[in-house]
């Protein structure tokens, strides 16, 4: 099992430019979920998915649009990149199953994304 | 609202104990939760936490929470090297989302 995948590894955008990060588990889980990390901030949610086909907004949502294609994939759009969008981006899921069960993210490796 | 504090550096010596603090505002969650992230990599579960228990010990780590002040903490047992990383508590409620809410992050460096 590869877990939580994330493509590209790196990206350097210029501002204005759109690009999509792609994520994908092999886990079979439910929940799907995308953050960023910044230094002093910790891990901030922008967009999740509780199931397939549905997707909920985050804590930092602005400027992001998500998709979640099928039950494995998870993608995060940015559609105007701004410098402000440079960070460290973290796709994570976890099983859900509800009912008061502890419920354990796994996150990917994460993309470096610099906005000149 | 949910919220959740840490410090962001903790030094110490290796064989030393270190203890990372945390405080959060939500007292309905259900799980307190701590992450490890190592350089360069994505987040990683040390260990947790149920909300009605008061401690939990797990080899070289301790976790003790305090409800009525809602502060949580993670003592890790002789230090090494290899501890060195950020350290992210985080709550979570038992539901159908599984959202976390994760604090800033305490990096520990540990020195030979």
């Known amino acids: 099992n590869a877990g939580v995948t994330q493509t590209p590894k790196f990206q350097v955008l210029k501002t204005g430019q759109s690009m999509t990060l792609q994520c994908a588990q092999d886990m079979n889980h439910n929940s799907m979920y995308w953050y960023r990390q910044d230094p002093g901030m910790g891990l901030r949610l922008i967009y999740y998915s509780a199931s397939e086909g549905t997707t909920d907004k985050g804590e930092v949502p602005n400027g992001y649009n998500v998709s979640r294609l099928n039950k494995r994939e998870f993608s995060l759009r940015l559609e105007s990149a701004a410098p402000s969008q440079t960070s460290v981006y973290f796709c994570?899921?976890?099983?859900?199953?509800?009912?008061?069960?502890?419920?354990?993210?796994?996150f990917g490796p994460g993309t470096r994304l610099t906005v000149l | 609202g949910e919220d959740v504090e840490q410090s962001l550096f903790l030094s110490v010596r290796e064989g030393d104990s270190s203890v990372i603090n945390c405080t959060y505002t939500?007292?309905?969650?259900?799980?307190l939760y701590w992450y490890k992230q190592e350089p360069g990599a994505g987040l990683q579960l040390l260990t947790y936490i149920f909300s009605n228990m008061d401690m939990k010990q797990d080899q070289r780590l301790t976790v003790l929470l305090n409800k009525k002040d809602k502060h949580l903490s993670l003592r890790i047992a002789d230090t090494q090297t290899g501890d060195s990383a950020i350290y992210f508590c985080a709550e979570g409620w038992a539901g159908n989302t599984g959202k976390l809410i994760f604090g800033q992050g305490t990096t520990l460096q540990v020195k030979p």
């Open positions: 939500d007292s309905s969650s259900t799980y």
């Open positions: 994570a899921s976890s099983e859900t199953l509800g009912r008061g069960a502890r419920d354990e993210q796994f």
